[in-house]
Structures are given as structure tokens and as C-alpha cells.
């Protein structure tokens, strides 16, 4: 079975700082790779995601992740963080070339942006 | 575009009570999904449905939890007897169709938060 890991669980910078965020999964197979935010009282929204190609995908916001394939690693960055990054992040991923396309999340890193 | 539509937004049970979420994905989304969100932790996938089949239902605990989309559109999902670890944010979630490009893409609902007392 798949299984997605995130190794920071809280974060903390401010205002200026650059962020990344790590993301390592398992699975031998073909994977879709997918980085969500959720903001405080809001539902999940999808941040950028990677299918094939370029291996550095960019998203909203000014984010931008990384596949690393030789790392099973998708590392989410941002040069510079703002106040309104404050949330949570999942890593996300899913097998493709099967019907279950469900995806698998790591445990969320919670970012906390100071002014 | 109309977001994922899921009520209600919050529900407090006694344990051995029962419970039913509803979710009405968007207009066009051949899959939808039930995850559970226990705090502190990823979203864990319940039940996936393509249209009105089910798709995996392999997490889905099936003595208490069930789950339906008849017609291949909004969908309940239904806790019977609800336990006290049961309590956890309920996402419901749609998908066009994975065999599309782009099909992948997952929006969520804002979920159902269950308290179990």
C-alpha cells in the first residue's frame, strides 16, 4: 500500500522567510503528486499538482514544488513567505493506471507565518 | 462553478446514536469520494464511487459505516452505531473522471464535523 510521509508537522517563520516543506512517498508504480492547503475555516484546496513532464511544477500563490524521482520526493517551496500562507499543507498522492484514483494524504505540516 | 456541497456543517451524537451526511458533488463529476479527517491527521479515504458503483470500499468499516449514490449524483454517507472514535471531520470530495486528462483533480466539500459524546 501507498503511503505519503510529511516530516515537518508545525512550522513556524516569518514574514520574508523562504519555506520548504518535504514530502516523501512510497509506491514502485506511477504516481500523480499533489500539494493541498487548507486555510483556517476553509476546505481543501488544491495548491499545484504533478502529472508527467517538468519536474518542477509552479502553483498558486507563488508556490512551486519539486519531483525528484531517484527520491520518491515532491518538496514543496516558496521563496518568501506572507502572513496569509498560515495553514495547513497535505502532500497528496495517487496511482495512475488504476481504477482507484483515490488519493493518499500524508499527515499535514501546519504552517505559522509571523508579521 | 458551484463548489461540493456537503451538510451539515457540524452534528454532536451520542455514542450508539446514528448519523447521515449528504454531499452533492460538482454538476458533471463522474467520481466522488468520502474521506474521514481525524484531528491531526490526513484525510483517510473512506469509499470511492464512480458514478453509482462502487469503485474501493476497502477502508470503509462496514459494520457500522455505509455508504450510497443512486442516480451517479449526491451521495450519503451513514453511521450506525456511532462510537466515541468515530469523531472526525467528514470530507466528501469529486473528481470529472480519471480517465480524462486532468480528471485527477480533487475539489472538496467543506466537510461535516462529527462529535461523538
Known amino acids: 500500500a501507498q503511503s505519503v510521509s510529511q516530516h515537518n508537522h508545525h512550522v513556524i517563520l516569518s514574514e520574508a522567510a523562504s519555506l520548504e516543506l518535504g514530502c516523501n512517498y512510497s509506491y514502485g508504480g506511477t504516481v500523480n503528486l499533489f500539494w493541498y492547503v487548507q486555510y483556517p475555516g476553509q476546505h481543501l484546496q488544491l495548491l499545484l499538482k504533478?502529472?508527467?513532464?517538468?519536474?518542477l511544477v509552479k502553483g498558486i500563490k507563488g508556490f512551486e514544488a519539486e519531483f525528484i524521482k531517484s527520491k520518491f520526493s515532491f518538496n514543496l517551496r516558496k521563496p518568501s513567505v506572507q502572513w496569509s500562507d498560515t495553514a495547513e499543507y497535505f502532500c497528496a498522492v495517487n496511482q495512475r493506471n488504476t481504477g482507484r484514483r483515490a488519493l493518499t494524504f500524508g499527515s499535514g505540516t501546519r504552517l505559522q507565518v509571523q508579521p | 462553478e458551484a463548489g461540493v456541497a456537503q451538510s451539515p456543517r457540524y452534528k454532536i451524537i451520542e455514542k450508539r446514536q446514528s448519523v447521515a451526511f449528504w454531499c452533492n458533488p460538482i454538476?458533471?463529476?463522474?467520481?466522488l469520494y468520502w474521506y474521514q479527517q481525524i484531528l491531526g491527521q490526513g484525510p483517510k479515504l473512506l469509499i470511492q464511487f464512480q458514478n453509482n458503483g462502487v469503485v474501493d470500499d476497502s477502508q470503509l468499516p462496514k459494520d457500522r459505516f455505509s455508504a450510497e449514490r443512486l442516480k451517479g449524483v449526491d451521495s450519503t454517507l451513514k453511521i450506525q452505531p456511532a462510537k466515541l472514535e468515530d469523531s472526525a471531520v467528514y470530507l466528501c470530495?469529486?473528481?470529472?473522471?480519471?480517465?480524462?486528462?486532468?480528471?485527477?483533480?480533487?475539489?472538496f466539500g467543506q466537510g461535516t464535523r462529527l462529535t461523538v459524546v
Open positions: 454538476s458533471g463529476h463522474a467520481t
Open positions: 470530495a469529486s473528481s470529472l473522471d480519471p480517465s480524462l486528462p486532468g480528471g485527477d483533480e480533487a475539489f
Open positions: 504533478y502529472f508527467s513532464g517538468d519536474p
